[in-house]
């Protein structure tokens, strides 16, 4: 069984939930860390939370400070293209969002000049940007894809966000929700994808828009993207809160 499944709010009662975050967190810290956690009682289960909550957030500076801006992610050749990519989320393919490109608007708010809504006609007039690259899922699996839109960083630029702001937030319309730093916001990869090979995205890949940044874990790319906002105050995500580590360089 997936980890998405696992996971998924609706099938979980709390304790489950609660003991498969202390458990990935647990996994995902440093033997350095986990030797912090000799001198807790595992059996207070608050306790371990907290050091490992802690951890887990140091864990995200080390990761920023270790952000290279300028180093690009790996690309490949359209012969190196994963088919068909897989499909992935925290619900079946049949529970894809089925959403009218001609009604959709993107909401933009927050530390921001211009909040005036986008429709893809208007995304389509900026300039797009092309690329190749691999897709890293945290359950263990990678693909490679090829997507194309707007570079983040232009779009960013374009409504006026304020580009010291800490973080960039986003809405889904499969109640998904997630956040990137703003360094990441900003990395010449990361574009806000419109298509996927030559055609429109298909709606199991994100249709109408799909945040992808090939510098993060799969699940740091939120698909069906309906509003964005900037803030200096983390938004977290829908799996960062409940365990994920929410740097999740790849």
């Not at 980890?3 to 458990?23: G, I, N, Q, Y």
């Not at 199991?204 to 874990?217: A, M, Q, S």
């Not at 200096?232 to 799996?239: A, C, E, F, I, L």
Request: charged share 25%.
């Amino acid at each position: 069984m997936s980890l998405s499944k696992r996971l998924k709010r609706s099938d979980a009662t709390p304790d489950l939930v609660r003991l498969e975050r202390r458990l990935f967190l647990r996994n995902s810290l440093s033997l350095g860390a986990l030797a912090m956690l000799t001198g807790c009682d595992l059996t207070d289960g608050d306790a371990v939370d907290k050091v490992l909550w802690a951890m887990s957030r140091w864990n995200d500076r080390v990761q920023a400070w270790l952000f290279d801006p300028d180093r690009l992610a790996p690309t490949y050749a359209e012969s190196d293209i994963t088919k068909p990519f897989p499909f992935n989320a925290f619900y079946a393919i049949d529970d894809v969002p089925d959403i009218d490109g001609g009604d959709w608007q993107l909401e933009v708010s927050g530390l921001v000049q211009d909040k005036s809504p986008w429709t893809l006609e208007r995304l389509r007039t900026l300039p797009q940007q092309s690329q190749i690259t691999r897709h890293i899922c945290i359950e263990g699996w990678s693909a490679i894809g090829q997507w194309s839109g707007v570079p983040f960083r232009t779009f960013l630029e374009r409504i006026g966000a304020d580009l010291r702001a800490r973080y960039v937030g986003f809405k889904c319309a499969d109640r998904y929700y997630s956040s990137l730093d703003m360094a990441t916001a900003l990395h010449p990869q990361t574009i806000l994808a419109l298509d996927y090979g030559k055609d429109p995205l298909p709606p199991e890949y994100g249709f109408p828009l799909k945040l992808r940044v090939p510098t993060k874990l799969g699940f740091k790319n939120p698909k069906h993207i309906a509003a964005l906002f900037v803030t200096n105050d983390n938004p977290g995500g829908y799996w960062e809160d409940q365990g994920y580590n929410w740097y999740s360089g790849s």
